[in-house]
């Protein structure tokens, strides 16, 4: 499977220390690591971190061939504190490098040649219309490719109208239990309560999206699946840090789904790889799929290309 992901490339800024990190990035090297090939279209400042960004990409086994060096702007950081619910929060400066992603003829055409698979986007770059007219193009450019939208909606960088439209673009969405709540409230017309069944079928019929994956943290998650629903438990592990878990777990979840494996035991799959990552330090921790499957109590999983 190849999958062109569209997206940034930063450092997470701790109060101790800064990790490498960015959501297209962390997916990116976890669907690496379980296989597959992922081309990253980015860009980073031509500064110290950026150096470092691109280091650390070659080491993660990551081609660098679609990160742009850019003048004028700095690479990427987000600012992370954590709240007493254990969730972190972000802040994003803005513009970044990342907010200057172009792609070339050539690097199209190459990318174009390789047949690419899927196309994955979230909602952070596509706030400047550019890059959103570019993920459209490539859409486009790209087909019969699917789509795989991760909302990842930070505070003060996304808007309705834009989520909306990300959302039509999508074959599949993954968001978290607040985001759902949060776009229920915007797009009901009367008071209801939240039911986040009645999100997921409204969603996908509106935007003509064939399967919802919605994170409830240690409970699990939710999957709506072109109108059936499994809810399927998560793994209690020791949390060290939350930044990078919802990543790890779209990677092994398109890992599954694109091999057609069984929804429930790709959900298990993906719960379970994203709680592996939250009871490690950073974002792309090292991990085994030998440790992913122990994890699940499944000696193998099952499937094919």
Request: proline letters at 4%.
């Amino acid at each position: 499977m190849l999958v062109c992901s569209v997206g940034e490339v930063l450092w997470d800024v701790f109060s101790d220390k800064e990790r490498f990190g960015g959501a297209a990035l962390n997916f990116c090297a976890h669907l690496q690591r379980l296989g597959n090939r992922a081309t990253l279209l980015s860009a980073v400042g031509k500064d110290e971190r950026g150096q470092m960004a691109l280091d650390r990409m070659r080491s993660l086994g990551l081609s660098t061939d679609g990160v742009q060096e850019v003048e004028g702007l700095p690479t990427g950081i987000a600012t992370i504190s954590t709240g007493l619910d254990g969730e972190p929060t972000f802040v994003i400066p803005r513009p970044a490098a990342f907010d200057a992603i172009s792609v070339d003829a050539a690097t199209l055409a190459r990318i174009t040649a390789e047949g690419v698979d899927w196309l994955y986007f979230g909602t952070l770059l596509q706030t400047k219309p550019e890059i959103e007219r570019l993920t459209t193009g490539l859409a486009q450019q790209f087909h019969p490719a699917r789509r795989f939208y991760d909302m990842n909606l930070r505070t003060g960088q996304w808007n309705l109208p834009l989520v909306q439209r990300l959302s039509s673009l999508a074959s599949v969405v993954k968001l978290n239990e607040g985001e759902a709540r949060t776009l229920f409230s915007l797009t009901t017309n009367k008071p209801k309560e939240f039911s986040l069944e009645e999100f997921c079928s409204l969603w996908a019929s509106t935007y003509h999206i064939d399967v919802i994956c919605v994170t409830l943290g240690p409970a699990g998650c939710m999957i709506y699946d072109s109108g059936a629903i499994y809810r399927v438990a998560g793994y209690e592990v020791t949390v060290r840090d939350t930044v990078g878990s919802g990543d790890a777990f779209a990677a092994a979840f398109l890992h599954g789904y694109h091999r057609g494996w069984p929804i429930r035991q790709t959900a298990h799959f993906a719960n379970a790889l994203g709680a592996l990552v939250a009871s490690r330090a950073g974002a792309t921790p090292d991990w085994s799929l030998a440790e992913v499957l122990a994890m699940t109590g499944l000696a193998t999983l099952g499937g094919s290309e």
